[in-house]
């Protein structure tokens, strides 16, 4: 039996569309349960890798509270390094979000040590898995999390150059990923003997031909240029991936892997708290493909927590 990881980065509602000094809501709080209840039908935990503004909000630290208390999932932490505190001003230069691997190491710490401590204050929960905003990790930040106790991360996505996503710094951009390892790995801390799990979100390369959900000569065009670069895919749903989805599904199956990860923002679950679904149909598309996926992945994959995996891995 292989495990099934499910991944959710839980932050405020459409960051997509966020710019310095706009109010971060968390309304998506009100449309998790849904989803909670839907992977528990099939015995599936996530993982609500929870950032500083939902950590605020009084109903989601409840709902939380509920899923470690009947084990049905479990707490992480997701680090957004533009408010979560202490507030510290970079020289904007770009207009990208900035990455915390921007920030001078001291600041990065300060901002680890205060979510860490501040999701343990209002929840009573100490959180051991993480996912870092947008992707972006380093040596400083590996260290970082050891220093402060968090067994497993799962920020690396294999094949994937974020370099082009720019940071607010004079050219930062993201993690380059495309060399980066599919399997799970150690990475050992430079400041003393301590080690942290890096598992890589469940992203593989196909040149499969994928027809396109709505048939149109750009869509068309756009496949076929997919398929001559490669295709990337991930377990993570945009309303139009099915297809790619159920090839990946099928493809971790009888390969030597032992997990597959899947990923989606909290915001995503709410119609209107993303671009990728702004209606209520599209939700209702989605949760129509979670249910087909989640199937399928239940006939051979087991629910499993990042903690708990991380905690019964024993390879090198």
């Known amino acids: 039996m292989k495990y099934f990881i499910i991944t959710i980065d839980t932050e405020g509602d459409n960051l997509w569309s966020w710019s310095e000094g706009d109010k971060i809501t968390t309304e998506n709080t009100k449309y998790l349960q849904r989803f909670q209840n839907l992977c528990e039908q099939y015995a599936f935990k996530p ?17 939380i509270q509920r899923v470690e208390e009947t084990n049905t999932g479990e707490l992480g932490m997701h680090l957004h390094a533009w408010n979560t505190p202490p507030k510290f001003d970079l020289p904007v230069v770009q207009t990208g979000a900035p990455y915390l691997i ?81 399997k799970p790995h ?7 003997d301590g080690e942290i799990l890096e598992v890589p979100v469940s992203i593989r390369t196909s040149h499969k ?61 709410m119609p209107g708290g993303s671009p990728t679904f702004r209606t209520e149909e599209s939700i209702e598309k989605l949760y129509s493909d979670l249910e087909i996926i989640f199937d399928m992945v239940s006939k051979n994959f087991r629910g499993i927590t990042l903690r708990d995996y991380g905690r019964n891995y024993y390879g090198n």
């Not at 993982?47 to 709902?63: A, P, Q």
């Open 47 to 63: 993982v609500w890798l929870s950032n500083y503004e939902m950590i605020e909000n009084k109903e989601y630290v409840k709902f």
């Open 102 to 182: 921007e920030y001078p190491f001291e600041v990065m710490e300060q901002k680890i040590e205060y979510l860490t401590n501040h999701i343990y204050e209002l929840t009573g929960l100490k959180p051991t898995t993480h996912r870092a905003g947008r992707w972006a990790m380093n040596q400083d930040y590996y260290d970082l999390l050891i220093k402060y106790g968090y067994e497993v991360d799962c920020s690396v996505t294999p094949h994937i150059d974020w370099a082009k996503s720019v940071g607010r710094s004079e050219g930062v951009g993201g993690s380059d990923y495309s060399n980066s390892p599919e």
């Open 186 to 192: 150690y990475v050992r801390s430079t400041a003393n």
């Open 209 to 269: 031909y994928f027809m396109p959900a709505h048939i149109t000569w750009k869509t068309i065009a756009g496949s076929l240029l997919s398929l001559a670069r490669g295709n990337i895919l991930w377990l993570r749903p945009n309303g139009y991936n099915l297809k790619q989805m159920k090839y990946l599904i099928r493809e971790i199956s009888i390969s030597d892997d032992e997990y597959l990860m899947f990923m989606l923002h909290s915001s995503e679950l």
